[in-house]
């Protein structure tokens, strides 16, 4: 429908969060309204310290059939994660 | 310095009353509003009203020392004994009206926290130092959707400047002063709401301007709200649907 | 339930030969509990049930707002006002939530108000009983939020990603709305003998309705055979009953109401409560548009949004021209 206000995806800091998560969408006529509608509908039990909103529309996203030759390549790449190594213990932490 | 029990009491029961009535006001639009976003916000504002009732009449109740509650206050007193400023007994009218009126008072409120945060009554301070983050937002938001509804479309427009020309009479009564005023100006409890006018003044017009309405020129005011003198009919109607159970079942636990 | 009697787009269940490969590997992501996500291929029969179901879903919080809606203004202390408030509010939030899950799938929320009001989809059939006293309120938190519960608990579990979300963060909340629902009803049946006689008469009215939101017997559950295999609906309509009702008899109980139900017996054999089936043909009614609040529940739901139809406008119109006054500055 040509007159309905456009769809915002939410993002929210909570308390002790390290950074901001998609926790839904709303609708609102701008930014700015964007930011209050997301303060009243996903904050209400003090959920958040930090809101973003991004218009749903401008998010560019990777496509599902994608996933394998995106994700998995990097799966075989073990010697990346710390515990690949073993490292006598007598060298201490590291 | 000491203040009269009596006029602190009055000072009270305005403030609480206010919230009192406005909370209940904006409650009646809960599942009638334009949209989700703003039927939740809405809730919210009068939540907010609400608790800020709790804490003033809670407090007017311990100063009245009879052994009330803050529910006895909003629920067994008549409509005489309400001291609410007549702006909020309005009805609700359109969302523009309801957004408009809370314009008009949570403009006063945040002038009127700004100073009572100072007060020398630490009560009254706390209570101001927790609303005033309320009122903040409040008045951003309501201010926010007079601009938008008042520079939106034609209708949205004549419908705002329709529901300022019918508020706007209603102003004047929040910045009148009686004797009860001068006393707690003179204790350091609370200023003059005269003296406030011109900060409040500064701020509607601001907002007025943005939202192309045009502020009218009368300065005739009704009154009658805060001394309780004489309130308009609809308050009677909003206490009857209000105080129905604590009047039919009296005495009960809820 | 807030989804009773969704009509599920299919043929019927398919066998896995008679899948396509596509068919196939949808079938095996349900089947291995991998959640479906909205760029994600799924039948369209999939995609068109599931929008029935979570708009109607949706479209029952909204409408579920008017029957507690109606005491927020007579609440009887401040507490309870803001509690209500509160609540009441929630369920807004609710149907905000879900109706942004449906958009994913392509149907915008405005759309899908005006099939509602167009009487072209439904709500479910409790919002069209009246809440008549004070205890209805508590009983409306207990009983109908509580049977929702048996219901959303089951359905964290569904299939479909964004629908699964919603219903993770709804039951979070739910579990205030009935705590505060039999804390209300709790005052009422242990105050006075007027005030319990209200709760007793909020529990005979509303138990019946309550056990109606499940939907029909399972035996006359139409289609729920494909929306089981795509895990849109995890139990049976008569196994969540049968939670309700096990869960909910003690909690009559100990109001010392009596029970609403001649026929509520605990069998020891089956290990569950027998109760009696509800009036089949007040429910086949209700939902037909014959409850006793449908006309009145839809001509609010239609006034409120036309009404606000000048400000939905008037505020896109302004942030439209505050955005164009922008481009033109830059």
Redesign the interface.
Known sequence: MKNEWPLWEIFIRGQHGMSHRHVGSLHAPDAAMAIKNARDVYTRRNEGVSIWVVEAQHISATAPGDKGPLFEPSESKIYRHPTFFDIPEEVGSM | MSVDKQQLLQFLLRQGDNT?VLG?RV??W????????????L??T??DL??Q??MW?GYAAEVQGEGKS??DL??LRDAWDFRNVLLVEMPNG???QTLLRQFLFDAFQSVLMGRLMKSSDEQVAAIAAKASKEIT?HV??SA??V???G???E???N?MQAALEYLWPYVGEMFESDETDAAMAAAGIAPDPASLREEYEALIGKVFAEATLSVPESRYNHKGGRTGYMHTEHLGHLLT??Q???RA?PG??? | MYAQMIKTASAGVKSREEMTDQEREFQDKIDNDIKIEPRDWMPDDYRRTLIRQIGQHAHSEVVGQLPEGNWITRAPTLERKAILLAKVQDEAGHGLYLYSAAETLGESRDELVKLLHEGRMKYSSIFNYPTLNWADIGAVGWLVDGAAIVNQVALQRTSYGPYSRAMIRICKEESFHARQGYHAIMKMAFGTPEQKRQAQSAVDRLWFPAIMMFGPTDADSTNSDQSMAWKIKVKSNDELRQQFVDQTVPQIEYLGLDLPDPNIKWNEERGHYDFSDPDWSEFFNVIKGNGPCNVDRMKDRVAAWDDGQWVRDGLLAHAQKKAAAKVAAE
């Open positions: 009192l209940h409650s009646e809960c599942g009638h509003s334009p949209i989700l976003e703003e039927d939740i916000a809730a919210n009068a939540l609400i608790g009732t709790q009449l803050a529910d909003a629920f359109d969302f523009g937002y951003e938001r926010d959707t601009v938008g509804l520079d939106g479309t209708e949205s427009h419908r649907s209000m129905w159970l604590q079942y009960c636990e809820w």
